[in-house]
């Protein structure tokens, strides 16, 4: 365990905490409430951030691909990329910038911002070299992550990104979270939670148009042509938040933890989209950048009282 650096921005309404060694993820993100600070997204305790690693922060980011790509390997325009498998089931899974230290470029009290190079990691699993510049800015009720990721590898490749908050379940005695969304399907998977193909029409069991609790159900659910805002409401607090994603975000992963929380993650593509693009499935947001080329695109989380 190690000692690690966490940066605070705060304003009246909002208080975030960053920590640029553990990919410059959110360490946790609290709202005030008359004189006190309430969780929106999962805790971190001194004791969780002192491991150093991702899995228990309150949000971290997925770059230079989100969710899994199975069996670690995917097809690009005739060609095969293998990566380290990192998943017990040997896939590769959320990336490899969130447990990669971040530089910290400019930090103020309402606005941080980071920059990575895969260039300056030996180890990096992705072949194609990438920068990801992340910033994050307070207004009044509302917390703005934007990601910019650039390739730098000399040559076309696909690239990916997306973000993966825990929000809490359970606040000030409300039973359960309220949460509607809208989109167009959704990605039916097997055990090993891999698309085998587009999307599908949403069964009323996974709709989310009108709000409704999350309950008992267990989610580990993809959605594509995702449009608007996803809004959580809590019974017993004065507020509702409300995440709005730029259209890049087409994609949403809701996945209900063991721990109690619930993520709620925006991401650029659907699961394994390389490797659905290259067999000719249509609408799962892939991307290929060209060298020199960035993708960018913002989440705003606010708070709406």
Partial sequence: MTQQTVHTLSNDVLRLEVAPGIGAGIVNLQVRVDADWQP????????????????????????????RIPGASFAFEGRTVTLRPTTPEGNAQHGDVRNRPHASVQVTDTRAEYFFDSREVEDFNYPFALTLRTVFEL????????????????????????LHPYFERHVAGAPDVEMSFSAAGYYPVGESLIPQGGMQPVPSELEFGEPRPIGAQQFNTLYGGVTGSAVLRYASTPYTVMIDSDPVFSHLVLFTPPDGSLAVEPVSHATDAFNLHERGVPGVGFTALESGETLRGSVRFQVSF
């Fill in 40 to 67: 929106l997204l999962r805790f971190t305790s001194p004791e969780t951030l002192a491991k150093g690693t991702s899995s228990g922060l309150a949000s971290f980011t997925l770059a230079p691909f989100s969710n």
């Fill in 139 to 162: 207004s009044g009720d509302t917390v703005t992550q934007t990601l910019e990721i650039t390739n730098v590898s000399g040559e076309r490749a696909p690239f990916g990104f997306g």
